[in-house]
């Protein structure tokens, strides 16, 4: 049995002709702004003073609806124009100066880390290694010998 796989997925689906649902709330918004304008400045005034403004919105409102440039949306590609002019052109790098970017996922990963893991054990002396080896791990040293070890260790880590 066949079926029928859809080729543009990624096409948002249309609503009425052409328009999406999108464009239809777009225009439907705007065309709503521009409406009010008109209906609050024709009893007052001559078709010069209420047509500019009812133009310029109807205008902003076609370009947000269809408008696109180079493959985006008007909208995206307004938002980089002005983020591109407001961020500084050129960005100079000094080491050490400044603090690193660390995301909250790369806290989360660090957390985890430390949480798995295991705390380090003390390392053991190789003679102590080869004494436990030698002896089963049965140890015969007796409590006098320990303390020679251990006062050993400690003059040779705190000599004054």
């Given amino acids: 049995m066949q079926y029928k796989v859809p080729q543009d997925v990624q096409r ?3 609503i009425i002709g052409p328009i999406t649902l999108k464009q239809l709330a777009m225009l439907g918004g705007g065309g709503g702004v521009a409406y ?3 209906v609050s400045l024709v009893k007052t005034y001559y078709w010069q003073v209420w047509l ?3 133009a310029i919105v109807a205008a902003i409102t076609v370009a947000f609806a269809f408008l696109k440039i180079h493959s985006l949306p ?3 590609f307004l938002m980089n124009f002005i983020e591109y002019n407001l ?3 050129q960005r100079v790098w000094i080491q050490g100066t400044a603090t690193p970017f660390i995301s909250s996922l790369q806290d989360k990963k660090e957390k ?10 003390k390392q053991k002396s190789l003679e102590e290694l080869t004494n436990i080896l030698d002896t089963h791990g049965e140890s015969e040293i007796t409590k006098e010998d320990k303390k020679e070890k251990l006062n050993k260790i400690i003059n040779q880590n705190y000599k004054k």
């Fill in 12 to 14: 948002e689906d249309t």
């Fill in 36 to 38: 009010v304008i008109y």
């Fill in 52 to 54: 500019p403004p009812v």
């Fill in 74 to 76: 008007f909208h995206k």
């Fill in 87 to 89: 961020l500084p052109k």
């Fill in 112 to 121: 985890k880390k430390q949480i798995t893991q295991e705390p380090k054990k």
